[in-house]
């Protein structure tokens, strides 16, 4: 399973890198301006900041919602590093824009995925990953997980090469159980994945290795 970080933030970033443990980077407009970068010369700055720290993957997301739209900017997204994923909405344009984007051999994201079926058109188009968002589907009492289980099984009907990009995680069981249900790729915030080192039985198994090497070696 590749890990992903959901942030702008270059500081979470690096730490996350320094880990030895990430994959790639997903930002979306929200967490650009979270960080307060605004501005095109800005916005492809930071984006340029992020390819510099992380080895694989960046997704950068389009503002457009018309196709010519969504290509230029794709054409010059990508060319500010070759790290750069081009993140396109789940709308008809979108499709467009992937299919188009795909036969240039530009990887896309397809985002806002909250169903199996615009999960399979993004596929059908040649999406590179899709991003379901599970943690905004449990906030409206329908299971992210489920939606999970879903494209796992279209896609492994299909043979399709589009990875699931489980999003919107918010903490360790939503990594595990898609771990489980076999998504390529997960991204989450760095708490969440720091998270999953934790167990208190590792810190009291700890605690006591280190006050009986300390008593035996007094
Ligand atoms: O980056 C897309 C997605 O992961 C957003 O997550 O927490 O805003 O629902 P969230």
């Not at 979306?28 to 720290?53: Q, R, T, V, W």
């Not at 457009?64 to 990508?78: D, H, K, P, R």
């Not at 492994?156 to 589009?162: A, H, R, V």
């Amino acid at each position: 399973m590749k890990f992903f970080i959901d942030t702008a933030n270059l500081i979470e970033i690096k730490e996350a890198q320094s880990l030895g443990i990430l994959d790639g980077v997903t930002t979306n407009p929200s967490l650009m301006a979270k960080e307060g970068i605004s501005g095109k010369k800005n916005i492809f700055n930071h984006y340029k900041s992020i390819c510099d720290i992380v080895d694989g993957d960046v997704s950068a997301e389009v503002i457009s919602t018309n196709f010519n739209g969504m290509i230029e900017e794709a054409e010059q997204l990508c060319k500010i590093d070759d790290k750069i994923v081009i993140k396109i909405p789940m709308i008809l344009e979108g499709i467009k824009a992937i299919k188009y984007l795909t036969k240039k051999k530009i990887k896309t994201n397809c985002t806002l995925i909250f169903s199996c079926g615009q999960a399979l058109l993004a596929a059908k188009a040649g999406a590179t990953y899709v991003s379901p968002f599970i943690g905004r589907l449990d906030d409206v009492s329908t299971s992210g997980l489920k939606l999970i289980e879903e494209i796992r099984e279209v896609f492994n009907n299909y043979s399709f090469q589009t990875q699931i990009l489980a999003a919107s995680v918010r903490h360790t069981m939503h990594i595990i159980e898609c771990a489980k249900m076999g998504a390529e790729v997960m991204t989450a915030p760095l708490s969440a994945i720091k998270n999953l080192a934790n167990h208190p039985l590792t810190d009291l198994g700890l605690a006591k290795f280190l006050d009986d090497h300390k008593k035996s070696n007094k």
